[in-house]
């Protein structure tokens, strides 16, 4: 069983930065591919970032490409959301997921079995 537990969100102006850690414990981040969603109020959840276990292929969502990167510490057995040049519409709570050795489509929902609970990002203006 794989639990994993966002920290880092909070309130940021636009065109600030803010890093999302998600903390995995149950199997390491390196057998772990790991996905970054986030879903907005009265929006479905979607896919921003994820990172193959292998650390071979990352995939970004078109509205994030540039702005974001993820990142993982083994170490630590924590991935990084790094998000930069925050923008109103980023405003959402953001979930961590995980499925071990897991394959494409790493933007589909299905694809993942653990999730987080989330972590609130507020951007303001």
């Known amino acids: 069983q794989v639990q994993l537990v966002e920290s880092g969100g909070g309130l940021v102006q636009a065109g600030g930065s803010l890093r999302l850690s998600c903390a995995a414990s149950g199997r390491t981040v390196t057998s772990l591919t790991m996905g970054w969603f986030r879903q907005a109020p009265g929006k479905e959840r979607e896919f921003v970032v994820s990172l193959r276990w292998d650390g071979g292929t990352t995939k970004y969502a078109d509205s994030v490409k540039g702005r974001v990167t993820i990142s993982r510490d083994s170490a630590k057995n924590t991935v990084y959301l790094q998000m930069n040049t925050l923008k109103l519409e980023d405003t959402a709570i953001y979930y961590c997921?995980?499925?071990?050795?897991?394959?494409?489509?790493?933007?589909?929902?299905?694809?993942?079995?653990?999730w987080g609970q989330g972590t609130q990002v507020t951007v303001s203006s």
């Open positions: 997921a995980a499925v071990p050795y897991g394959g494409s489509p790493y933007s589909s929902i299905s694809s993942y079995n653990y």
